[in-house]
Antibody, heavy 125, light 109 residues
Framework: EVQLVESGGGLVQPGRSLRLSCAAS????????MHWVRQAPGKGLEWVSGISWNSGSIGYADSVKGRFTISRDNAKNSLYLQMNSLRAEDTALYYC??????????????????WGQGTMVTVSS | EIVLTQSPGTLSLSPGERATLSCRAS???????LAWYQQKPGQAPRLLIY???SRATGIPDRFSGSGSGTDFTLTISRLEPEDFAVYYCQQYGSSSGYTFGQGTKLEIK
């Protein structure tokens, strides 16, 4: 079964850091780009960051650029999001999502065909 | 940044009816990079359509996508009870990354 399981969310104070993880199974992880997408409570979807299969192509939303870092470990079938200098507006459910296109050398021009159930991040004092 | 505007915000229909959801872009979007998702309460989004008109794996053929340039449409030919949900369009733009529309809520009338 194709599956993505996020972890690492929680309550954190403004200005602090948090690292999210996403464990993938049921597909060849290093054949696909991966992404983080977030959803604030009661709001719509916002793409956060994406990374190509070999980490050679990485992109961020303007709202997190310079604060968040995406990475992946293909040997461990895992995706990560290091979040620094967290703000109240970063409060959201963070989803890990698999890129649709096989073997893409870029995080760009993709669709997201498999999603995890999300991990909640709450930034509050 | 390319802004996607979905209409209507809420669509009230009955099972068996046809649903037409609109997604309008502030600038021309390559059809290859336009996707639609369905999200039910408490669940993750599900990919329905990619490349503006290609159905994702396992998606029933009552779902279809069309459009080009700045105007795209998701059509559900005959609504089933499980189709009532929120629908999002999404595009990729080189200067702004991926953006989503604000969503259309499809509710039972």
């Amino acid at each position: 079964e194709v599956q993505l399981v996020e972890s690492g969310g929680g309550l954190v104070q403004p200005g602090r850091s948090l690292r999210l993880s996403c464990a993938a199974s049921g597909f060849t992880f290093d054949d696909y780009a991966m992404h983080w997408v977030r959803q604030a409570p009661g709001k719509g979807l916002e793409w956060v960051s994406g990374i190509s299969w070999n980490s050679g192509s990485i992109g961020y939303a303007d709202s997190v650029k310079g604060r968040f870092t995406i990475s992946r470990d293909n040997a461990k079938n895992s995706l990560y999001l290091q979040m620094n200098s967290l703000r109240a507006e970063d409060t959201a459910l963070y989803y890990c999502a698999k890129g649709y296109y096989y073997g893409s050398g870029s995080y760009e021009h993709d669709a997201f065909d498999i999603w995890g159930q999300g991990t909640m991040v709450t930034v509050s004092s | 940044e390319i802004v996607l505007t979905q209409s209507p915000g809420t669509l009230s229909l009955s099972p068996g009816e046809r649903a037409t959801l609109s997604c309008r872009a502030s600038q021309s979007v390559s059809s290859s990079y336009l996707a639609w998702y369905q999200q039910k309460p408490g669940q993750a989004p599900r990919l329905l359509i990619y490349g503006a008109s290609s159905r994702a794996t396992g998606i029933p053929d009552r779902f279809s996508g069309s459009g080009s340039g700045t105007d795209f449409t998701l059509t559900i030919s005959r609504l089933e009870p499980e189709d009532f949900a929120v629908y999002y369009c999404q595009q990729y733009g080189s200067s702004s990354g991926y953006t989503f529309g604000q969503g259309t809520k499809l509710e039972i009338k």
